[in-house]
């Protein structure tokens, strides 16, 4: 059993930043890859970014390319997604997920999940 929480989400003007963070419970987090989609009301569930669980490799979606920035922590079990100079298109809820498989790049690679956390970006 892998239990995934999310924090750090919330209200921010556009050209903000804000970093989110994933609590994961498990024995063996070193063994999982890690993460980051999000879905805007009335839309799919999108990837965002992921990191192996080395760390070393970490893909983006195009459309934060160079403005969020995936990092994990083995030694405390915890994967964070550092957002910047954020858009109105950037809100959504953002779901943290581990996955056994790479690459993690569709919603059906992932499997556990966060119950999510809110992102709501402001004019």
């Known amino acids: 059993q892998v239990q995934l929480e999310e924090s750090g989400g919330g209200l921010v003007q556009a050209g903000g930043s804000l970093r989110l963070s994933c609590s994961v419970s498990v024995r063996t987090f070193s063994e999982y890859n890690m993460g980051w989609f999000r879905q805007a009301p009335g839309k799919e569930r999108e990837f965002v970014a992921a990191?192996?669980?080395?760390?070393?490799?970490?893909p983006y979606a195009d459309s934060v390319k160079g403005r969020f920035t995936i990092s994990r922590d083995n030694a405390r079990n915890t994967v964070d997604l550092q957002m910047n100079s954020l858009k109105l298109e950037d809100t959504a809820v953002y779901y943290c997920g581990a996955a056994g498989v790479w690459p993690v790049a569709q919603s059906w690679d992932v499997d556990w999940w966060g119950k999510g956390t809110l992102v709501t970006v402001s004019s």
């Open positions: 990191v192996d669980w080395t760390g070393g490799r970490t």
